[in-house]
């Protein structure tokens, strides 16, 4: 599959950070060969490589063209921080599957913070729409609770919880706007799921015990599929 490369435009010419720099070489791109590079944004830019350097590289913008725009309808999922093997594993996949938005929280039985991990989180994010050809990325924000992700959620919220409606008798609008909200390892505390009683449509996903993130990316994935997003 060709590479699309991640670069930042400036004027005519396309910049490429120490990450990108390090892909080129390892992809071993020439100086002088034309490449695919995406900003993020949803453009599309055609680049002719003039400087490959150990922390920044260079190229010519030859032509940009949009081939995606921020959709309408938005599928979200918010985590609760949790170990970083799995987080990233979550965060990776849900970028595949078609998250428009991702968020990561800290839970009252979080044992991380990445509040302040905002680079390492954008970097898998980045890696892994290059890698599925997402020319616009997810959006990424940071809580410091679960009530901040709430209050700031205009979506329609669900969670996930035993006790909840079967995710199969959910009626999944494709015109319409969801949140998908996931605890941490160990789960919500008693006074989250009070408040996600209260405040989100409490979803099943069947009789077996799933680590969060499989739980997280099977909801992400029934929703992505309804919504027509995969």
Request: proline share 2%; charged share 35%.
């Amino acid at each position: 599959m060709p590479n699309v490369f991640f670069g930042k435009p400036k004027g005519g010419m396309m910049e490429f950070d120490d990450h990108e720099s390090e892909h080129l070489k390892v992809v071993r791109a020439k100086e002088g060969e034309r490449i695919e590079v995406t900003d993020g944004n949803g453009i599309l830019y055609k680049v002719i490589l003039r400087k490959i350097g150990k922390r920044k590289s260079y190229g010519d913008i030859i032509e940009a063209y949009r081939v995606e725009s921020f959709p309408k309808t938005l599928l979200k999922i918010y985590v609760g921080s949790s170990s970083w093997d799995r987080l990233r594993l979550l965060v990776e996949k849900a970028v595949e599957i078609g998250a428009d938005e991702i968020g990561v929280f800290r839970a009252d039985r979080s044992k991380r913070d990445y509040t302040k991990k905002r680079k390492k989180l954008e970097v898998v994010i980045r890696d892994s729409a290059k890698q599925c050809k997402r020319m616009l990325f997810p959006r990424l924000h940071l809580f410091s609770s679960l009530k901040n992700v709430l209050e700031k959620e205009v979506a329609k919220i669900v969670s996930l919880d035993f006790g909840g409606m079967n995710i199969e008798e959910f009626d999944v609008k494709a015109d319409e706007s969801y949140a998908i909200v996931v605890g941490p390892e160990g789960g919500f505390s008693e006074d989250e799921k009070k408040i996600l009683e209260k405040k989100t449509i409490v979803l099943s996903l069947g009789k077996r015990v799933l680590r969060f993130e499989t739980a997280g990316l099977v909801a992400l994935t029934i929703f992505s599929y309804k919504m027509g997003k995969l």
